[in-house]
């Protein structure tokens, strides 16, 4: 387990330094960052100033490895449109986006693993074609619009719920909801998929005539190996909630990082855009660096590989 864990860790690490490359070239990419802090309007001196008060004048390799000292000593630079320190910012936006994908996540789940089992279980009857078709419509709907749907309902008409804020779990309902639903088909399609093929097994088959209730081999046999893809699928899931909670959070006026993102994009806040880029895809690797490990756990024949 140990070998196997040394080898997804090494493979982790190398995505992460093409990430951090791939994240300090956005920004160059994107225009020349001196002119984009001096302002549009703003001389060729001042510009040319700007750019020697912050080292853009350097070699990029230069930049580089500075950029990356930093960033591994915890200083992710300043940001000259709030100014504030990134780090200070930023860890006060991640709890509420924290929390809502986790919200959201135990939503989906809650949803979709009980309806892809019932699916399974009950493959080609009403209960299946329901399964299926709300996975359909959770595809197929925006969770924009679900958002504004919910709004309308809960928010606006019936008054049960705040339509904005991040003040108290009430806050967090209708965004977990809107967040969460668009995740649930594909966790369901898949425990479904899981489920059909365990359930259609040799040692299943075992224990059905063996006379094990049907609850018992279906909860306690079938379910434990249809999930172990499903845990991957989960960590990728919450590394999509924490990046596509800009919609919902937007929307719900949640000051969460997601928002945060939006803003500095509108405000060419370009610091404040690169540490959130690198703090994401950092969270979206260690999400998957734990799937692997635990997938190793629960599936030795994974560690073979």
Not at 111 to 140: C, K
Request: glycine share 8%; no cysteine.
């Amino acid at each position: 387990m140990l070998e196997f864990a040394l080898k997804r860790l090494g493979l982790t690490l190398l995505v992460l330094v093409s990430v951090s490359i791939i994240t300090f070239a956005l920004v160059r990419l994107a225009g020349d960052p001196a002119v984009a802090l001096a302002g549009a309007e703003a001389s060729s001196e001042e510009v040319e100033a700007v750019r020697i008060a912050y080292g853009f004048d350097r070699p990029l390799t230069v930049q580089y490895f500075g950029w990356l000292g930093d960033v591994m000593k915890g200083d992710l630079g300043f940001s000259n449109i709030l100014q504030r320190p990134v780090m200070e910012v930023v860890m006060e936006r991640l709890p509420v986006t924290a929390k809502l994908a986790g919200l959201s996540l135990l939503f989906a789940l809650a949803l979709a693993i009980p309806l892809g089992v019932l699916a399974a279980a009950r493959r080609n009857s009403m209960l299946d074609r329901l399964a299926l078709s709300i996975a359909v419509v959770g595809q197929a709907l925006p969770n924009f619009f679900f958002a504004l749907l919910l709004i309308l309902i809960f928010g606006v008409t019936l008054r049960w719920l705040p339509i904005s804020g991040d003040s108290s779990l009430l806050h967090y309902l209708m965004p977990a909801i809107a967040l969460g639903y668009f995740s649930t088909p594909a966790i369901m399609r898949l425990t479904r998929a899981g489920m059909i093929e365990v359930l259609e097994s040799d040692y299943i088959r075992t224990a059905r005539a063996m006379g094990l209730p049907r609850r018992r081999v279906i909860l306690k046999h079938a379910l434990r190996n249809a999930l172990i893809p499903v845990v991957s699928l989960t960590a990728v899931q919450l590394g999509f909630m924490l990046s596509g909670s800009i919609i919902v959070e937007s929307v719900f006026s949640m000051n969460g990082i997601g928002r945060l993102g939006w803003q500095s994009i509108q405000r060419t806040d370009l610091e404040m855009m690169q540490a959130l880029v690198l703090i994401i895809s950092v969270i979206y690797l260690a999400l998957n660096y734990f799937a692997d490990l635990l997938n190793g756990l629960l599936d030795p024949r994974l560690r073979v590989q």
